[in-house]
């Protein structure tokens, strides 16, 4: 059974830099053997929408563009484990972020082409 299990939210102060953390584990998972990795986000009374991913090696990363220059995804594939550094927090970061990962997926920013999905992680930004 694959788990993706995410930590590191909380209520952050306007202009923070949390580090969100999203744990695999499984009896033969490997995060190596995602071509995606990619974490989403879902505010109240809005759509879950696309934040970053970073593919098998760590060689290629996509952001959306609202979150381009502030975040960055990181993967370590030997702990199982990818990372989404956020920096400079504004209150309309705060959502719900999940963790997911697409085994073969062409399109990373697509939420459809993601396998395995984590329970989320709330991330409240004060002002």
């Known amino acids: 059974q694959v788990q993706l299990v995410e930590s590191g939210g909380g209520l952050v102060q306007a202009g923070g830099s949390p580090r969100l953390s999203c744990a695999a584990s499984g009896r033969t998972f490997s995060i190596y053997e995602m071509a995606w990795m990619g974490w989403f986000r879902q505010a109240p009374g809005k759509e879950r929408e696309f934040v970053a991913a970073i593919s098998r090696g760590g060689t290629r990363t996509i952001y959306a563009d609202s979150v381009k220059a502030r975040f960055t995804i990181s993967r370590d594939n030997v702990k199982n484990t990818v990372y989404l550094q956020m920096t400079s927090l504004k209150s309309e970061d705060t959502a719900v972020y999940y963790c997911?990962?697409?085994?073969?997926?062409?399109?990373?920013?697509?939420?459809?082409?993601?396998?395995?999905w984590g329970q989320g992680t709330q991330v409240t930004v004060s002002s």
């Open positions: 997911a990962a697409g085994h073969i997926t062409t399109d990373p920013v697509n939420s459809r082409g993601y396998d395995y």
